[in-house]
C-alpha cells in the first residue's frame, strides 16, 4: 500500500530532500563508518533494502513479525529505536517494538494523547521530528519532548500505515541525536511501513486448526491491553458520572502526573487498587 507523500506543513517536503544526512557518512555512528548492512551485502557488494527486509523477516513466527520489522528498521535507518501502533478507538494500540526502550516511548505518546505518532495517524503522512531539544519540534510537543529526551531520544519519525484513503497506524523511529532524515532514508522508511501495512493486514487472527494458536493469536496480548483500558474508562465513568472523553483525558491525566502509562493505571483501576473519587 502507498503512502502519501504531500506537503500538509508537518515536515513533509513534496520532493524528499536529496543531501545526505550525517548518518549517510557515518557520523555519529563510528560502527558504521566502513559500510553498513543497508549499504553493503555480505561480500561488500550493494545489498538492496527489500532483501534485507525479506531476509528480516524469513521463517519468522506471524505474531512477531511486526516486532521483527521494528528491529530491521533499526538495522537499516540511522535510529536506535522502532515501535509500530494501530490506531485504536481512544488510544493507539502498540502492536510490537524493536526493545523496551521503544515500547516505553509508544506508551509516553499514547498515555499523553500527544506526539508525532497521533499526528502522523491523523495526518496521514509521514512527521518528522527531527530536532526535540530544540526549535519548533520541541516547542510543538513540549511535554512529550521533554519526557522522550529524559529517555534518551533526541528526534522521532513518524510514518503512517496505510495507503492515500486510510491510515491504520504509524511506524515509529527514535533517534538519540537530532538528525535530519535524506530523501534515502525517508524512502527507506516508507519501504519498511509498506511492508508493515501489507503484513499487519495479511496476519491470520487466528489458525482454526490449532486451538492453542487460537489463544496466542497475534492480537490478543494488544486486545487484552486495550480492554483494559476500557474496562478502566467505563470504571471510571462510573464512579465520576463523566463521560467516555473526560474519563478517558482523567485517565491519562493521573498517569502523567504519577509518571506512569495509561495501560499501568487503566490496570490498578480495573484490579480495584486505585478509585477515581469525586473528590
Known amino acids: 500500500m502507498a503512502v502519501r507523500s504531500r506537503d500538509d506543513g508537518l515536515g513533509v517536503p513534496d520532493e524528499e530532500p536529496g543531501r545526505d544526512g550525517p548518518a549517510d557518512r557515518g557520523e555519529g555512528h563510528p560502527e558504521r563508518s566502513g559500510g553498513t548492512p543497508r549499504e553493503q551485502g555480505r561480500t561488500g557488494g550493494p545489498l538492496d533494502v527489500a532483501d534485507v527486509i525479506a531476509e528480516g523477516v524469513r521463517g519468522v513466527p506471524a505474531a512477531e513479525i511486526p516486532r521483527r520489522l521494528c528491529a530491521v ?4 535507518l540511522p535510529v536506535t529505536g522502532a515501535s509500530v501502533s494501530l490506531r485504536g478507538n481512544g488510544m493507539p494500540m502498540r502492536m510490537g517494538a524493536s526493545d523496551p526502550a521503544a515500547a516505553r516511548l509508544a506508551e509516553i505518546q499514547a498515555t499523553l494523547g500527544d506526539g508525532p505518532s497521533l499526528y502522523a495517524a491523523e495526518a496521514g503522512a509521514p ?8 526549535g519548533r519540534d520541541a516547542r510543538r510537543w513540549p511535554v512529550f519532548a521533554q519526557q522522550a529526551a529524559e529517555a534518551g531520544v533526541r528526534a522521532v519519525y513518524s510514518v503512517p500505515l496505510g ?16 538528525h535530519e532524515l535524506s530523501g534515502r532514508e525517508l524512502h527507506t522508511a516508507r519501504l519498511v511501513a509498506g511492508v508493515m501495512t501489507l503484513a499487519l493486514m495479511s496476519l491470520p487472527l487466528d489458525d ?5 494458536a487460537v489463544e496466542a493469536s497475534w492480537l490478543s496480548v494488544v486486545a487484552a491491553e486495550q480492554d483494559e483500558v ?7 465513568m462510573a464512579q465520576l458520572g463523566v463521560g467516555a472523553d473526560e474519563a478517558l483525558a482523567l485517565l491519562r491525566a493521573h498517569a502523567f502526573a504519577e509518571g506512569r502509562t495509561a495501560l499501568d493505571v487503566a490496570h490498578e483501576v480495573i484490579t480495584h487498587r486505585m478509585r477515581f473519587d469525586e473528590d
Open 208 to 212: 482454526e486448526d490449532d486451538e492453542d
Open 163 to 178: 495507503d492515500d484513503a486510510v491510515c491504520v497506524g504509524t511506524l515509529d523511529l527514535y533517534g538519540d541525536a537530532p
Open 73 to 76: 528498521a533499526v538495522e537499516l
Open 230 to 236: 476500557y474496562q478502566a474508562i467505563g470504571m471510571i
Open 127 to 134: 512527521v518528522l521530528a527531527s530536532d526535540l531539544t530544540a
